[in-house]
């Protein structure tokens, strides 16, 4: 045995450190053989009792294979991500992760690549030849044996000689359709301008035809989806059928499923230049949404948010003024009523230690030495930081980052919402991590003054007696003020002192853009941009 095909010195090293000799030793499909079920997550249990099996026995190299390929056909799938189809499958709090397709070394995807033609499981030759070619895409010739195996195993369930991992599973299931979507993005991407291969295009069409023949609505949403996206079919004729399972529907107490098949209809409609149909179901759709808002009118949350969506909807055609303007008003009525539903929430907190803590600080100081605690009362974190509390915040709350969550103001009127992480794409989930961080600094900021600058206000104020005269002297010695304005930031600051926040704030803020620019000028920065 030469030197590199002999078992590591080290056998819990990490399996995306497996070298090309390890690889080349072991018939990846051993513990696989005989494997009927088109399930990645079935082949990667079976590679990971194969790995403890071997590890048990000894034979770590071989173990250490076997985890390699678990890595690779668990790692998380994402078929409507083109850039990032595969992602970790798990990532910790301190940013360490499960393996990725990045991970594969040049040398061990050549290895891969050379042995993926030979493997009979398509399952597991989709998954290691879209791996690899996802990891390098120079490896060309694996972006068309994906798309092959991908449509092979497709065509051995509807042939009965692949079975879905789980019970009750069908032919055009979620599964089914990430597949072929799978395929089609990457014979779009390796083939330029070349049409889909006619076999793609022959399964998606015939998936979409088996879910309407049989009525069976989830498998028809995803196949029609699919087909409309990659323009497989005649859209008229997919808009028809989706028309045609809506007419078909109970369209009453399930107002999602009927918005879903007349918008896909809609769709097909627009894609197939038809605009006269296409206004006539994108009306029928914010209809439906009004109908269901009706159906929801003991709950005046629900009723809002299916109005509001008839809204968006109308604001897709022309000459639908009236009709906005009828539903705004309704939904303003609703958002009245909807004000009622709401219950106060809340809890208290002992701040009494913090409050004692600042009068120690601050209690028989000079004026000086009383502002200078003051100052040092509370300083705002840097972004990291608050971005780090956040993400510490979610572990406690993972739910509730979950789901969106909408402000109303007192009316009852949306104001804004923020998107939630469930099925958000990196934009909103930035955006629902500002929101959070603004949340929680808002709830911080309120404990800081209640317990510790709104204590050392009134304790100052008390001592000291607050007047302009007394502010002023400390007010020039300072490099936030521009000279020419400490009688401006005196009044202020003797206003906020006195108790005055409203005056306070409206001499204050206006003059917070010149002190920093006069900051920076000092500081030898440009401001005259």
């Known amino acids: ?100 397709p990045a991970d594969i070394s040049a040398k061990v995807g050549a290895t891969l690549a050379a042995k993926v033609p030979g493997l009979a499981n398509p399952i597991f030759r989709a998954r290691v030849a879209d791996v690899v070619w996802t990891s390098n895409r120079k490896l060309g010739t694996l972006a068309g044996i994906a798309v092959d195996a991908y449509c092979e195993s497709v065509e051995r369930l509807r042939a009965g000689t692949l079975k879905h991992g789980s019970d009750g599973g069908d032919v055009t299931d979620y599964d089914v359709v990430a597949r072929l979507r799978r395929a089609c993005h990457i014979a779009s991407q390796s083939g330029g301008k070349s049409p889909l291969p006619d076999r793609i295009k022959a399964l998606v069409n015939a998936t979409r035809e088996d879910a309407f023949a049989r009525r069976y609505k989830h498998g028809f949403l995803q196949s029609a989806a699919l087909d409309l996206d990659f323009r497989v079919s005649d859209a008229a004729a997919v808009a028809r059928e989706a028309e045609t399972i809506h007419d078909e529907l109970e369209t009453r107490g399930d107002g999602h499923k009927p918005l879903a098949f007349l918008e896909l209809s809609a769709r097909g409609f627009r894609l197939a230049h038809d605009k006269e149909n296409e206004d006539r179901l994108t009306l029928k759709a914010a209809e439906s949404c009004v109908l269901t808002a009706a159906d929801l009118a003991k709950v005046p949350m629900l009723e809002a948010h299916w109005l509001t969506r008839a809204i968006a909807i109308l604001g897709r055609v022309r000459a639908q003024k009236d009709r906005r303007n009828e539903l705004r008003k309704r939904l303003i009525d609703v958002q009245a009523r909807m004000m009622d539903e709401f219950v106060p929430i809340g809890h208290t907190v002992d701040v009494r230690d913090v409050v004692e803590a600042v009068e120690k600080q601050i209690s028989g100081k000079t004026l000086a030495e009383a502002l200078f605690h003051l100052i040092g009362l509370h300083r705002s974190r840097d972004p990291a930081s608050l971005r780090a509390g956040v993400m510490e915040q979610r572990k406690g709350s993972i739910l509730a980052s979950m789901f969106s969550t909408g402000l109303h103001d007192k009316s009852g009127k949306l104001k804004f919402q923020s998107p939630g992480l469930a099925g958000a794409d990196q934009e909103d989930q930035e955006q629902t991590l500002r929101f959070e961080i603004i949340q929680s600094e808002d709830r911080t900021r309120r404990l800081i003054v209640g317990s510790a600058i709104e204590p050392a206000r009134q304790l100052i104020e008390a001592e000291h007696a607050i007047t302009m005269e007394k502010l002023f002297p400390l007010i020039q010695q300072s490099p936030f003020v521009e000279p020419g304005y400490e009688l401006v930031f005196a009044q202020g600051m003797t206003r906020w002192f006195n108790g005055d926040s409203i005056s306070a704030t409206s001499i204050l803020v206006p003059q917070l853009e010149n002190a920093l620019r006069y900051l920076l000028r000092n500081a030898g920065h440009d401001v005259s941009t």
Do not use: C, W
């Open 1 to 100: 045995m030469s030197e590199a095909a002999e078992p590591p010195e080290d056998h819990r090293r990490r399996v995306s450190n497996v070298t090309p000799a390890e690889l080349d030793q072991v018939d990846f499909e051993i513990p696989i053989a005989g494997l009927n079920v088109i399930d990645d997550q079935a082949v990667a249990d079976t590679f990971r009792l194969a790995s403890q099996d071997e590890g048990a026995k000894g034979n770590a190299s071989t173990s250490l294979v076997y985890g390699f390929l678990q890595a690779i056909t668990e790692m998380h799938f994402k078929p409507d991500d083109r850039g990032e189809p595969f992602g970790p499958r798990m990532v910790l709090a301190d940013g360490s992760r499960t393996m990725i």
